[in-house]
């Protein structure tokens, strides 16, 4: 953390470590912070006035590869609770910010930060709620058929189904197991950043633009963190074809909303997250 004393007292939490040997090469696993967090350069802006820290990720316990499944999503969401809580029992920070795109532990990270007046905030949740300040409807542009299904069960879980239009597929998914990486996101980048052709970019504005000409998108959320890079490079090819629509990325949503939290001087409900035995409880919830 800086030598400054800021307002704000932040730990980022990545969603998962790996091992030497992965396919995975979008982020460091080591090092210093600013080499551990994924795009970096378009998050420091937002880091500005913020005294933060980075946690690597607990290690990954489903295997050697990023996620994409809901089984891979729950084991690492189970992973970073023992983060989250060592986090909140330091006293260190006042606000932990969750990255990764599919929101791994998300809600029970809420409820374990909520004992400790901790806000938690999260990339998808942050996104969404985002783009329904901005717009009427947003899709989601990701990037692969089994990660688009977390993203559909957020929606539904963050009972979004009636602001989200759609969700895009541009099919550049993850290594996994079975599958060598054949169409490494990482060359897409850095080809993309190098002023160079990309396809992945190339996809991410075909599908952007079906999802407000077809779906009715006023607002686009990038769903996985591996399509983050995307986000001031589509912004910038639909502004330049004449769409005037924002694009957003979770890193930084989820920063702004922690900032927002820690202004407002709140967390989360007691209602939505009670502890063991609340002074007050209700005889019945509604929907």
Request: a negative charge; one cysteine or more; hydrophobic letters at 40%.
């Amino acid at each position: 953390m800086s030598a400054q004393p800021s307002r704000y007292r932040f730990l980022l939490i990545n969603a998962f470590s790996l091992a030497p040997g992965s396919d995975f090469k979008l982020r460091a696993f080591d090092g210093p912070k600013e080499q551990q967090l994924y795009n970096y350069e378009d998050a420091k802006p937002f880091l500005d006035g913020i005294d933060w820290d980075l946690h690597p990720g607990a290690p990954a316990t489903h295997g050697n590869w990023p996620v994409q499944s809901k089984w891979e999503f729950l084991s690492v969401g189970y992973n970073r609770q023992a983060v989250v809580r060592e986090a909140c029992e330091s006293g260190k920070y006042n606000a932990i910010v969750l990255l990764g795109g599919g929101d791994p532990g998300y809600l029970e990270s809420r409820e374990l930060g909520r004992q400790y007046r901790m806000p938690v905030t999260s990339c998808a949740h942050a996104q969404m709620h985002m783009a329904g300040l901005l717009g009427n409807k947003f899709s989601v542009v990701d990037i692969g058929e089994t990660h688009n299904m977390q993203m559909y069960h957020l929606v539904v879980q963050y009972r979004m189904t009636e602001r989200c239009a759609s969700i895009r597929n541009i099919n550049y998914p993850l290594p996994s197991p079975n599958f060598a990486n054949e169409k490494p996101i990482e060359v897409e980048r850095e080809r993309a950043l190098n002023g160079a052709q990309s396809d992945m970019l190339d996809a991410a504005v075909t599908e952007s633009i079906a999802a407000i000409e077809e779906d009715g998108a006023e607002v686009i959320v990038l769903g996985c963190s591996a399509a983050y890079w995307l986000q001031p490079l589509l912004q910038r090819k639909l502004g330049e074809i004449g769409w005037d629509v924002p694009v957003l990325e979770g890193y930084r949503c989820a920063i702004g909303v922690a900032k927002s939290l820690v202004d407002l001087g709140v967390d989360a409900s007691g209602l939505a997250f009670p502890g063991e035995r609340p002074a007050k409880w209700r005889r019945r919830k509604v929907f």
